[in-house]
């Protein structure tokens, strides 16, 4: 070990957007492909020009056409952050998010079995704001159960979902399940990007992966105000009502 980093992840200082020795991932964002608020390219040029961070994923409910997307504008795009194609996944006992994957896992499905598939892509599973009660997510008895299968937990979710039960979360991770600690936004929003994160060594997908393997991850980031949650319904509403109205009358690509 050096210092809190494992030795193959020490040497010198990896360049990050913020330039410090550690990068910043948000890995759960939302767009107009499930129920964000905005379309694919403004979440990119929003992380480009309104943020620090190194790595995003998109992680849209139950389908990532949306998060292929980014990938294409991405690729073919000058920004100087990293992106990485992911799923926010509905189990029958809550939400799991799916990361570095390539075809859509579906919803309603056994926790094993949707863990089991995303490991069969070469993916990483993460427990989304467990323990929520407004939301649906894995409680104390399936992280307890899938705890060997789960790669990391989501610490830090600033959204209303993940500010209930955080001491008892917090607790049961560091006593009993040990997981890879992490911080999402799950920003539905373009304001709502990057309020929570995770710190890793290095500022790449590889190097965000190699950090959970060895958990040497740390979440961070504030939680939103009761007045920010509201707001955030308000524009999902608008959102939908739009959504309607692109489909009853189509106007070429708008996601």
Do not use: C
């Not at 767009?31 to 480009?48: M, P, R």
């Not at 799923?87 to 859509?104: K, M, N, P, S």
């Not at 190097?207 to 939680?223: H, K, L, N």
Request: aromatic share 4%; no cysteine; charged share 20%.
């Amino acid at each position: 070990m050096v210092g809190r980093l494992p030795a193959l992840l020490a040497g010198p200082a990896p360049m990050t957007r913020g330039g410090g020795e550690l990068g910043k991932a948000d890995m759960h964002l939302h767009t107009l492909y499930s129920d964000g608020t905005a379309s694919v390219q403004a979440v990119l040029d929003h992380v480009e020009t309104g943020t620090d961070l190194d790595l995003i994923a998109i992680t849209d409910h139950e389908r990532i056409d949306g998060a292929l997307r980014a990938r294409e504008i991405h690729a073919a795009g000058n920004y100087s952050f990293d992106l990485v194609v992911g799923e926010e996944i509905t189990t029958r006992r809550g939400h799991v998010l799916a990361l570095f994957i390539t075809d859509r896992i579906p919803a309603l499905r056994p926790l094993p079995e949707t863990l089991e598939r995303i490991h069969d892509q070469g993916g990483i599973a993460i427990a989304a704001h467990p323990l929520a009660p407004l939301t649906p997510s894995l409680g104390t008895r399936s992280l307890l159960a899938a705890q060997h299968d789960l790669d990391a937990i989501e610490m830090m979710n600033p959204s209303a979902a993940g500010r209930a039960r955080r001491r008892d979360r917090n607790r049961l991770n560091a006593e009993i399940l040990q997981l890879a600690a992490v911080g999402n936004s799950d920003a539905h929003v373009l304001d709502g990007i990057g309020t929570a994160w995770t710190w890793f060594a290095g500022s790449t997908a590889g190097e965000y992966r190699a950090a959970i393997a060895v958990r040497t991850t740390s979440p961070d980031g504030s939680f939103w105000s009761n007045a920010h949650n509201i707001d955030v319904y308000r524009r999902q509403l608008g959102a939908k009502v739009r959504h309607l109205r692109h489909t009853l009358r189509p106007t070429g690509e708008w996601r």
